[in-house]
Every structure is written in C-alpha cells, then in structure tokens.
C-alpha cells in the first residue's frame, strides 16, 4: 500500500533530488538493486508519469505543481503497490493541471490493475474516476453504491443534499425542489447522539436521535444508513 498525498509542495523533500526522491523508496524496500538498475527503474517511472528521464536531476522547487504531484505518484509507484490512498490530491491544484492528473490517474489505474481509495470533494471528479461511492458525514458511512447508481437514484437525504448542491451548467436543469441543508455542520469532536446528520436532516424524527441507524441493504450492492425506508438486510 502507498500514498499520494494531498499537498504535492510539502510531501516532497526540498533538499532531495527528485531522483534521491525516488531511489529512497526503492532502497528502503531492496528493489532495483545496483547502480544501473536504480537509474533505469527511476527513469521508467518517470516515464510512466509523464516526465522525462533527465528531470531526475532536478529539485522540487523546479517543477510546477502538477510535475510535482506526477513525481508523488511516481513514488507512490515506486514500488510496485496494489493499493493506493490518493488523499485529495487534486485539491493543491490548478483546474487545467486537475484533468490532466485525474487523467493520468486513470490510465494506471487501468495499466496497472490498480485498486485505488480516492478522496475527495469534488462530485464530478468522483463520478468520473471511481468505480463505488462512499459519502462520509462526520467520519460515518451515510451510502454506499456503484457510481452510477449513487449518482441517478440517490437514497440517504446527506446524498441527495450534496448532489442538488453541485453547480449546474444550465438554469433551466436546476431543480426546484431540491433538498436544502440548514444549520452549521456540528463538530466532529462532539457529534450530535443518534445519526450523526440528524441536526441537518429535512427528514429526522425522533428515533434518529436515539438510534445509530446501521448500514442496510436497499438495493442490489446499495448501502444507506438510514432510520427510515429500510429493509432488514444489515451490513455485516
């Protein structure tokens, strides 16, 4: 398992050549032992993220944010994960830089066969890139569903909520009857009893405030935590 990190300015050593960058990595776990294989191996990653082999000399400070987030998924690849934990690692970016990264990310995950945790708050971005959703409130699963399903039939009011807030490009398609949060977000150290959402949920009633409600099966491979409407299939 490896990290992508969110802020690529911080997460890489300032003092380090990007190719000390990337060699830490493969030292550390005995791969591509050997001068020559070393120089290989850290060329064929830098190639793999699209940046040229001589950039191994540079340092950090000589890159663009983009360049420098490419290297944190190079390292990231270093050596050879099955999974990886890209913690918001668009969020420190431009939106131009953010396709070409999102879309980077896609061809290894592809290339690679990778398995990918991907964190964020951007829906669209989700919607593009991921495979299953999981909508998180307060640190607590709220839903989980295939992508595809979550985004057409939402069915926790958190979820619908989120995806009625997210910006339309045409005012004719805005809905009118979209749910509409009120309230400030509680905090995180002292969550409200019960559901977790309930301070801020249009449709709480009083058991939510008693009740954590589990997490039950609504549909083929869809998940809600959800007091009401349920059916009695829970997680395990």
């Known amino acids: 398992m490896q990290i992508i990190f969110q802020d690529p300015y911080a997460s890489l050593n300032p003092r380090m050549r990007i190719r000390q960058i990337l060699g830490e990595a493969l030292d550390t776990h005995g791969m591509a032992t050997g001068k020559a294989r070393r120089q290989a191996r850290i060329a064929e990653l830098l190639d793999l993220v699209g940046l040229r082999p001589e950039y191994a000399d540079r340092y950090p400070h000589e890159f663009s944010g983009g360049q420098r987030q490419r290297i944190g998924v190079a390292r990231a690849l270093a050596?050879?994960?099955?999974?990886?934990?890209?913690?918001?690692?668009?969020?420190a970016l431009d939106v131009?830089?953010?396709?070409?990264?999102?879309?980077?990310?896609?061809?290894?995950?592809?290339?690679?066969?990778?398995?990918?945790?991907?964190?964020?708050?951007?829906l669209d971005v989700?919607?593009?890139?991921?495979?299953?959703?999981?909508?998180?409130?307060l640190g607590k699963i709220m839903e989980i569903a295939p992508t595809e399903i979550l985004y057409r039939h939402p069915r926790h009011p958190y979820t619908q909520a989120l995806l009625a807030a997210s910006p339309v490009p045409d005012p004719a398609q805005r809905l009118d009857n979209r749910p509409l949060l009120t309230g400030d977000i509680p905090s995180p150290a002292n969550p409200?009893?019960?559901?977790?959402?309930?301070?801020?949920?249009?449709r709480a009633q009083a058991a939510c405030a008693q009740t954590i409600p589990p997490l039950i099966e609504v549909a083929p491979e869809h998940w809600k935590a959800c007091l009401r409407d349920n059916l009695p299939t829970p997680l395990t």
Do not use: W
């Not at 989700?126 to 409130?137: A, G, K, P, S, T």
């Open 126 to 137: 989700v919607e593009f890139l991921c495979d299953r959703v999981i909508v998180l409130y």
């Open 79 to 91: 050596v050879e994960p099955g999974f990886i934990v890209a913690d918001e690692p668009l969020s």
């Open 192 to 202: 409200p009893s019960g559901c977790v959402f309930r301070t801020r949920c249009p």
């Open 96 to 122: 131009s830089i953010q396709a070409q990264v999102v879309n980077l990310l896609c061809d290894l995950k592809d290339r690679l066969g990778l398995t990918m945790l991907f964190i964020s708050h951007d």
